[in-house]
Structures are given as C-alpha cells and as structure tokens.
C-alpha cells in the first residue's frame, strides 16, 4: 500500500490510473477488517470513466488516492492493538492464492515420500491453475511420468527442484485472493 500511495509521479495516462486503483482493489480485498477500518477510500471502482477525464483530473483522482492511502497507513502505525501482542484479530483475514499452493506443496511433499502422490499433484495442479507456476507442475507430472532415468540427474532431485521453484515462487500470488 505505502508503494502505490507513494507513486505519484504525474501526468497519469488511463492504463497508469487503471492500474493504481486495480492494485488498491487487490490489496484491500486481502485486508482484516482490524487493517481495513483504518481507511477512508474513495470510490475505486471507476470502469471505463476514466477514459473520458482529463490529464488533471485523472491526476486530482490519483492524488485524492494516495492521500487517503497515506492518511490510512498513518492511522495503522498509531493503533497499538495492530502491533506485534496486540488485541487485534485477524480471523477474518482471506488465505491468499499463495498460501494455497504453499498447502498443496507441502500435501505433494508428503505424499511424494509416501509413494502414493497422485491425489496430492492433482490438488496441486488445481491449485497452480492460471499460473505462471502451472508449468512446473507440468514438469513434475513429466518427471514421475518418465519410464527410464539416465544421466547424471536422479528422479527425486528433479522433483525436489521444481518443488522448490514452486515454493519460491509462490510469493508472487500472496496479494491474490484463493
């Protein structure tokens, strides 16, 4: 939030402002309530009007954006129940799209050392599905699905590498909602 609050280099075109208020929407749909009560947004879903504002206001809109951004961080840092031990609940915080796939990769490495992997990789695939992870869990089911290994590479270290991949990765999909 405190980036997109911060960049408010102007004159914003329609793809610029379309972004920032699409980013604002990311981030606050992962939001707790406990966070969320702290801003005063603007209206942030403005559809195809932004095709007809001008440069001006078009950056009064983006300004108007961020102040209430940075009045809302502002507002954060000073509520003692947000800090580390505080009374705040976060119950109704959403699980982000990483956090799944970080689940279906710890279920697959469960199952992998098991040997019975099958029902594992398939959650795994739903969960990676429209990703750019998707193609590393193609990678494994082309591993496991190998007949013959040669070569210097054994078959778990490949699995394992891709694995890893997955779960760095998997930070890219922690501002989506599951």
């Known amino acids: 939030m405190e980036s997109i609050a ?3 280099k102007p004159p914003f075109d329609l793809e610029q402002i379309n972004n920032k208020f699409g980013a604002v929407i990311e981030v606050t749909n992962m939001l707790p309530s406990a966070v969320m009560r702290h801003f005063d947004l603007p209206f942030l879903f403005i559809g195809a009007s932004a095709e007809h504002w001008s440069t001006e206001r078009r950056t009064a809109e983006a300004q108007k954006l961020c ?5 809302g961080l502002d507002e954060i840092a000073k509520d003692d129940s947000l800090r580390k031990g505080g009374s705040a609940k976060f119950s109704d915080r959403k699980r982000t799209r990483g956090e799944v ?4 990769v710890g279920k697959f490495k469960e199952a992998y050392r098991a040997q019975n992997y099958s029902p594992s990789l398939s959650s795994l695939r739903e969960a990676a599905m429209g990703t750019s992870i998707q193609r590393r869990v193609t990678e494994i089911e082309r591993i496991l699905n190998r007949a013959r290994w040669s070569g210097p590479t054994s078959r778990d270290y ?3 590498r891709e694995i890893g991949a997955i779960e760095f990765y998997a930070s890219r999909y922690h ?4």
């Open 67 to 71: 102040d209430a951004l940075m009045k």
């Open 6 to 8: 911060q960049d408010r």
């Open 175 to 178: 501002h989506e909602p599951a």
């Open 158 to 160: 490949e699995v394992y």
């Open 101 to 104: 796939i970080l689940a279906a």
